[in-house]
Every structure is written in structure tokens, then in C-alpha cells.
Nanobody, 113 residues
Framework: EVQLVESGGGLVQPGGSLRLSCAAS????????MSWVRQAPGGGVEWVSG????????KYATFVKGRFTISRDNAKSTLYLQLNSLNTEDTAMYYC??????WGQGTQVTVAS
């Protein structure tokens, strides 16, 4: 059974940072690309970032503007997203996803003063 468990969210002030983690199990983590997506309150799901199996390719949504960094540790079956220079528009539930059909339960990021 594929399981994705996100953690690391929380309440942070504008300009602050957070590091999200996603612990994966139930599949061969190193064989699949991984993504982060988010959903703001009352909004739709938007793709944030993706990373290839071996970390050689990393892509980001335009709104990231160099503020976020995706990474992975295949030995630990864990995906990360470093969030820097957060603003209120980044408030959302953040999910890791794989194989276009598996999502975790999400971790809430709230940016507020």
C-alpha cells in the first residue's frame, strides 16, 4: 500500500521559512518522480514543484520565483520542500504526490502576522 506522510507545516510570519517533509512507503521511492502540490482555502489544487527520480531535474511553478527548493533522499524514501520568503499567498495545505494518483494527507502552512 502506497503511503505518503507529510510533516513540517505550521504558522509562520511573512518572510519566514519552513521545511516540509514527505515520508514515503509501499513503493520503490527511487523509481518515481515526486511532486508537491498545494490547495489554498477555497481554491483549486495547484502544482508547486517536481523532482525526477535521481534529482537531476527539478522544476518549479512560476509563482515560486526562487523561494522554494525541492529535494529528495532516496536512501530515506523522503521528499523535502524548503520554503523561504513566505508570504500570505503561500497559505495552503501542501501535499506530496506521485504517479499521478497518490497523495498524502497534507500538511498545513499558514503565513500570517
Amino acid at each position: 500500500e502506497v503511503q505518503l506522510v507529510e510533516s513540517g507545516g505550521g504558522l509562520v510570519q511573512p518572510g519566514g521559512s519552513l521545511r516540509l517533509s514527505c515520508a514515503a512507503s509501499g513503493f520503490t521511492f527511487s523509481s518515481y518522480a515526486m511532486s508537491w502540490v498545494r490547495q489554498a482555502p477555497g481554491g483549486g489544487v495547484e502544482w508547486v514543484s517536481g523532482i525526477s527520480r535521481g534529482s537531476g531535474i527539478k522544476k518549479y511553478a512560476t509563482f515560486v520565483k526562487g523561494r522554494f527548493t525541492i529535494s529528495r533522499d532516496n536512501a530515506k524514501s523522503t521528499l523535502y520542500l524548503q520554503l523561504n520568503s513566505l508570504n500570505t499567498e503561500d497559505t495552503a495545505m501542501y501535499y506530496c504526490a506521485t504517479q499521478s494518483r497518490y497523495w498524502g494527507q497534507g500538511t498545513q502552512v499558514t503565513v500570517a502576522s
